[in-house]
C-alpha cells in the first residue's frame, strides 16, 4: 500500500481536522505520517495514533525552506502520497515536487476564502501539479473553478462520518432542547441566532424551549453580553467545548446551523444521521445535506424572522418533526457515511500519477 503524509498548517478541532483524524485512523499507522506547523486542540488526538509525527514551520504558500524539509521527509519516510489540507500546504507539496521529490500531491479543499488575482494566476501554475484535487462540496467545486483551478483536476467527494446512531425513541425533551455546534466566531453566526431567539420569544411567547450553545471562541464575550440585553437567560446557555459531542445530540431535539459561510457542516451530517431535524442556513454546501422540507429546514442568512418561525413550526409540528428526522437519516446514508467516503478517497490514492 502507498504511504501517505498528511499535511496540516494548524491542528486546530474543526471539521478539517476531524477529516485527516478519521483518514490517517483508517489507513494506519505504518502506511501514514503527519507533518504540521502550528499545535493546537487536537494535537493529543494525533498523537493517540501513534503515528510519525514532524513538526515544520510554513510560513507562507511559497515557503522554499519548508519544501526543502518536505522533501528531507518525505525522502525519509519513502512516502509515496502527499495529502494536503490547504492551499498554503498545497503550494509547498507541489515545490517539494518541483524540487524534484518523487510523490504525488492530493489537495483537499475544505474552506472557501477569497483569493486575489496573483493567487488565481498561481493556482493555474500550481494545480497543474496535483495529481489530484478532492472538493468537499459541488459548492466547494464551483467556487474553486472560479479561482483557477482546472476542472478535470476536481472531484467531490462529500465528508463521510461512522454511523453514530443509537436506537432510541424519537421521543422529544420537554421543553424541548435545541443546540448550536461549533467554534463561536463570526462566521458560524451565533449572534444571528440569538436575534432570532429573542424574536421566537416576542411571537411565541407560550412556547417552551431550552437552546444550549456548545463550543469555544473568541466570540463568548459578546455572547455573554448579548444574552443578558436580549434578556434570554433562561432561555440559553453558553455550555463550553464538549468533547463527547455524539452525546450532545442525544440530549437535544432540533439543531441550528445559523452560519454565514460553510464549506459542508460536519455538524449538520452528524445530526441528520443521528435523526435530529436540522434547521440551517442556505449557504455554501450546506444545501446539499439540508434539502429543504426533506432533511431539514433551509433559512437565509440573517433572516431572523424566517429563524424564529422555523423553530416555532418545528416545536409545534410533530409530523413534520419525525418526517425531517426520518427522511435526514436515509439521506445521511446514501450520500453521507465515512465507508462511501473512505471508498472514494483511498480510489484516488490508488490512481497513477497524472503529472
Not at 328 to 341: P, W
Amino acid at each position: 500500500m502507498n504511504k501517505i503524509m498528511y499535511l496540516l498548517n494548524y491542528i486546530g478541532d474543526g471539521g478539517s481536522e476531524k477529516y485527516v483524524l478519521d483518514l490517517m485512523e483508517s489507513v494506519g499507522p505504518e502506511h501514514c505520517i503527519l507533518v504540521y506547523s502550528i499545535p493546537g486542540p487536537f494535537l493529543k488526538k494525533f498523537e493517540q495514533l501513534n503515528v510519525p509525527m514532524y513538526q515544520i514551520k510554513m510560513r507562507h504558500p511559497f515557503d522554499i525552506q519548508a519544501a526543502m524539509q518536505l522533501k528531507k521527509i518525505i525522502k525519509k519516510e519513502k512516502i509515496d502520497i502527499v495529502h494536503a489540507q490547504f492551499l498554503r500546504e498545497n503550494y509547498i507539496a507541489i515545490l517539494a515536487k518541483l524540487l524534484g521529490a518523487p510523490i504525488r500531491v492530493i489537495w483537499t479543499y475544505h474552506v472557501n476564502v477569497p483569493m486575489s488575482f496573483h493567487l488565481k494566476w498561481s493556482n493555474s501554475f500550481f494545480t497543474r501539479y496535483n495529481d489530484a484535487i478532492i472538493c468537499i462540496s459541488q459548492f466547494m467545486k464551483e467556487q474553486l473553478c472560479q479561482k483557477g483551478v482546472p476542472e478535470k483536476k476536481i472531484k467531490v467527494i462529500y465528508n463521510g462520518v461512522a454511523d453514530p446512531y443509537i436506537d432510541a425513541s424519537l421521543s422529544q425533551h420537554r421543553p424541548q432542547k435545541i443546540a448550536v455546534i461549533g467554534r463561536l466566531s463570526k462566521e458560524k453566526g451565533q449572534l444571528f441566532l440569538l436575534k432570532g431567539l429573542k424574536e421566537l420569544r416576542v411571537l411565541h411567547p407560550s412556547l417552551q424551549w431550552h437552546c444550549d450553545i456548545i463550543g469555544e471562541g473568541p466570540l463568548k464575550e459578546e455572547l455573554t453580553e448579548m444574552i443578558q440585553e436580549l434578556s434570554l437567560c433562561e432561555h440559553v446557555s453558553l455550555t463550553g467545548f464538549q468533547d463527547d459531542i455524539i452525546k450532545e445530540y442525544t440530549k437535544h431535539d432540533i439543531i441550528v446551523i445559523p452560519s454565514e459561510n460553510e464549506g459542508l457542516s460536519y455538524v449538520a451530517i452528524e445530526a441528520i444521521a443521528m435523526k435530529k431535524p436540522v434547521i440551517a442556513t442556505n449557504v455554501g454546501g450546506l444545501p446539499e445535506v439540508i434539502v429543504h422540507n426533506h432533511s431539514g429546514l433551509l433559512i437565509p442568512y440573517g433572516s431572523e424572522e424566517t429563524l424564529a418561525a422555523s423553530l416555532a413550526q418545528l416545536l409545534q409540528d410533530e409530523k413534520l418533526y419525525h418526517s425531517l428526522a426520518e427522511c435526514g437519516r436515509e439521506h445521511y446514508l446514501q450520500n453521507f457515511t465515512f465507508s462511501k467516503m473512505l471508498k472514494e478517497v483511498t480510489a484516488i490514492y490508488r490512481t497513477p500519477s497524472s503529472c
